[in-house]
């Protein structure tokens, strides 16, 4: 990563707001940027491709899951530069939004669960298919 120092991130919006850190290309970074994300409050988010596994197997079975269910709302991936509406700039996959549980209705009418369908994703990432169930009053 240290190599990105040469390019324009101050680019990246709004500038204000992030904060930057450069590791080495051999350094441990994983520590640190975990250390400072929790540091930093809830509303801290970082970008990293890293899954983390190495870390969540070190931790065990209850933090680990304390892990993965921080990734999944704190954890932004790369996914490259690409051109956009006649822009170049960098592309990211942002968690999301919602809780990936099964939902209902206040009445219990409606139902929305989620299911896996296939499709491959991140080992922290849950599947982000929904089927939606009403129940037909007679």
């Known amino acids: 990563m240290e190599h990105w120092k040469s390019r324009k991130v101050s680019n990246f919006e709004p ?7 450069f590791a080495s290309n051999v350094s441990s970074e994983d520590p640190f ?12 988010m970082v970008v ?10 070190l931790l065990g079975p209850e933090l680990s899951d304390l892990l993965k269910l921080w990734q ?3 954890q932004i991936l790369f996914l490259g ?3 956009q509406l006649g822009k170049t700039g960098p592309k ?3 968690p999301d939004n919602h809780d990936t549980r099964v939902q209902s209705s206040a009445d219990g009418s409606v139902w929305h669960i989620p299911f ?4 491959s994703r991140r080992s922290f990432q849950l599947p982000d298919s929904w089927i939606c169930l009403r129940r037909t009053l007679k």
């Open 92 to 94: 990211f996959h942002w």
């Open 81 to 83: 530069i690409k051109k």
């Open 33 to 44: 940027m975990l250390y400072a994300a929790l540091h930093s409050g809830h509303n801290a």
């Open 72 to 74: 999944r709302g704190h």
């Open 48 to 57: 990293t491709n890293d899954d983390l596994r190495d870390h969540r197997f």
């Open 116 to 119: 896996d369908n296939g499709d």
């Open 15 to 21: 500038a204000e707001q992030v904060e930057w850190f």
